[in-house]
């Protein structure tokens, strides 16, 4: 079954930090490039960070520029969002998504950009 699965979320304090995980299954990470969505209570999903095949081009939202790091492991089938400094305003679902272009089409913040996605991993930042 081709799917994907975030995990590593939980109840954090307002400066502190979590990796969260995203792992495929069913088929090769290897071949797609990915980001990370959140959603607040209230709130539209809203794209975090994108991550190509290569890891070499990893753009941020404004929101979490300098304080959270993608990365990715193609052997091991998983994408990984390195958290810092969280604050309140950071408490979310987390998910990850495939891109459902096998080349660069740009608007990776867009949603229609994504065919797959993912279970997601609550995250609480709270004192």
């Known amino acids: 079954e081709v799917q994907l699965q975030a995990s590593g979320g939980g109840l954090v304090q307002p400066g502190g930090s979590l990796r969260l995980s995203c792992a495929a299954s069913g088929f090769s990470l290897s071949n797609y490039d990915m980001s990370w969505f959140r959603e607040a209570p209230g709130k539209g999903r809203e794209w975090v960070s994108f991550?190509?095949?290569?890891?070499?081009?990893?753009p941020y939202a404004d929101s979490v520029k300098g304080r959270f790091t993608i990365s990715r492991d193609n052997a091991k089938n998983v994408v990984y969002l390195e958290m810092n400094s969280l604050k309140p305003e950071d408490t979310a679902v987390y998910s990850c998504?495939?891109?459902?272009?096998?080349?660069?089409?740009?608007?990776?913040?867009?949603?229609?950009?994504?065919?797959?996605w993912g279970q997601g991993t609550q995250v609480t930042v709270s004192s």
């Open positions: 991550i190509n095949v290569y890891g070499g081009y990893t």
């Open positions: 998504a495939r891109y459902r272009h096998s080349y660069f089409a740009g608007q990776v913040s867009s949603l229609d950009q994504y065919n797959l």
